[in-house]
């Protein structure tokens, strides 16, 4: 049982160390900064560990990359803001080798257990 659990987790490791050698791959190509490759990272992370995922794993990159590149923000010349960092949403799904159109036909599916809510009454 023991060289069971040693065998998972250096499975885990060494799909962890493709999953970023593929987010650095991807990152380059779009000439990202840092700090959004970091938060790439943290969620792509944090939804790998509470979903199964379906589909492949630079496609779900591209998604949390295309998040993460809409948190940020870019000043202009006027002393102002421009919401994300400028990267297109066309050239994320070139780069990570994902037509627009597979995207609309049928996205990566996400498995997960339904949590039932209760709707509360408005006040």
Same mark, same amino acid.
């Not at 969620?43 to 509470?50: G, K, Q």
């Not at 996205?107 to 209760?118: C, G």
């Given at each position: ?22 987010? !650095?791959?991807? =990152?380059?190509? #779009?000439?990202?900064?840092?700090? /959004? +490759? ?7 992370? $944090? ?35 421009? !919401?994300?960092? =400028?990267?297109? #949403?066309?050239?994320?799904?070139? /780069? +990570? ?7 609309? $036909? ?18």
């Amino acid at each position: 049982m023991r060289g069971e659990e040693s065998s998972d987790s250096e499975s885990g490791r060494m799909e962890e160390s493709s999953v970023r050698r593929s987010l !650095e791959t991807l =990152c380059q190509e #779009l000439n990202m900064d840092e700090q /959004t +490759a970091t938060e790439t990272m943290e969620n792509f992370t $944090a939804i790998w560990n509470t979903y199964t995922l379906e589909g492949e794993v630079v496609h779900w990159l591209a998604c949390s990359l295309y998040a993460a590149c809409r948190k940020g923000s870019t000043p202009t010349v006027g002393k102002g803001l421009m !919401e994300g960092n =400028c990267v297109s #949403l066309t050239r994320i799904l070139r /780069t +990570a080798k994902l037509r627009s159109v597979s995207v609309n $036909a049928a996205p990566p599916r996400v498995r997960h257990t339904t949590i039932w809510k209760i709707p509360t009454r408005a006040r």
